[in-house]
C-alpha cells in the first residue's frame, strides 16, 4: 500500500513538473518538483525491497555518522565525509543502503546547516554517489581507486549542485552556466581533495568493517 502510494506520488510530482517547466519564470518550482519526484521515486523502489530491522540500523549509523561529520567540518568549506561514507557504503552493502546514507545524511545534516531549495538536490547527488559505488564496487576494493573515484565524484556533487542552481536562479545561457560552474570550482576542488584524503586515510578499512558486519547480518544459524 505503502510502495503503490508512493508510485503515485511520484507520477503527480513528475507530471506537475513538466507542466511548471514549460513557464520559464518558474524553473525553480519546476526543479523543485521534479527532485521530489526523484525522491518519491527513490522512496518507492527502497521501500520494495527487503530491509531486515538490523540493515535500517546500520543504514541510520552510517547516515548519521555521515551528517555529524559534515556538521561538525562545516567551519572548513566543502570539506566533509559525507562522500566518501556514502561511496564506501554502496561498495560493500550495495546501491540500496549506499542511496539510503546518501538521503539521509544529507537532509538529517540540514537541520544543522540550513534546510531549502538546495536540499533535495544534495540527496539526490548524495544518494547518486552511493548508487555509482554499488556499480563500480568490483573496481573500487583498492585505496587508490576508490579515493580516485570519491576525487572525481567530489565535482560531480558540485557539478549536479551548481547545475540545478544555475537552471533556477541564472539566464538559460551558455555564458551564465560557465559563469557558475567557474564560481564553484574552488570549493568542488576543496570537496574533491578532502574526499581523497579521507579515502587514502580510511576508505578500505571502513569497507572491510562493512563487509563484515553484513556477512553478519547474512549469516543464518539453524538450531537442529
Known amino acids: 500500500m505503502r510502495s503503490r502510494a508512493a508510485h503515485i506520488a511520484f507520477g503527480v510530482a513528475l507530471g506537475a513538473a513538466a507542466a511548471v517547466a514549460f513557464a520559464t519564470h518558474a524553473s525553480a ?19 520494495g525491497g527487503p530491509q531486515p530491522a538490523k540493515e535500517v540500523a546500520v543504514i541510520a549509523t552510517l547516515a548519521a555518522a555521515a551528517a555529524a561529520g559534515r556538521v561538525l567540518l562545516a567551519p572548513i568549506p566543502d570539506v566533509q565525509p559525507v562522500t566518501v561514507i556514502v561511496v564506501v557504503t554502496g561498495v560493500a552493502l550495495g546501491a540500496r543502503a549506499g542511496i539510503a546514507v546518501g538521503a539521509s545524511a544529507a537532509f538529517v545534516s540540514n537541520f544543522f546547516l540550513g534546510q531549502g531549495l ?31 573515484a570519491c576525487f572525481l565524484l567530489g565535482y560531480f556533487y558540485g557539478f549536479v549542485l551548481d547545475a540545478w542552481n544555475w537552471y ?10 560557465l559563469a557558475r560552474q567557474a564560481a564553484g570550482f574552488p570549493f568542488d576542488t576543496a570537496h574533491a581533495v578532502g574526499n581523497l584524503l579521507l579515502a ?7 569497507r572491510r568493517l562493512l563487509e563484515r558486519y ?7 544459524i539453524v538450531w537442529a
Open 29 to 47: 518550482l519546476a526543479l523543485l518538483l521534479a527532485a521530489a519526484a526523484l525522491i518519491v521515486g527513490g522512496a518507492a523502489w527502497l521501500d
Open 118 to 148: 538546495w536540499t533535495p538536490w544534495q540527496m539526490l547527488a548524495w544518494g547518486a554517489c552511493g548508487a555509482i559505488g554499488a556499480w563500480l564496487a568490483p573496481l573500487l576494493r583498492r585505496r587508490v581507486p576508490l579515493a580516485v
Open 168 to 177: 533556477a536562479f541564472y539566464p538559460h545561457t551558455w555564458a551564465s552556466f
Open 200 to 206: 587514502l586515510a580510511a576508505g578500505p578499512e571502513l
Open 214 to 220: 553484513d556477512r553478519r547480518l547474512r549469516t543464518e
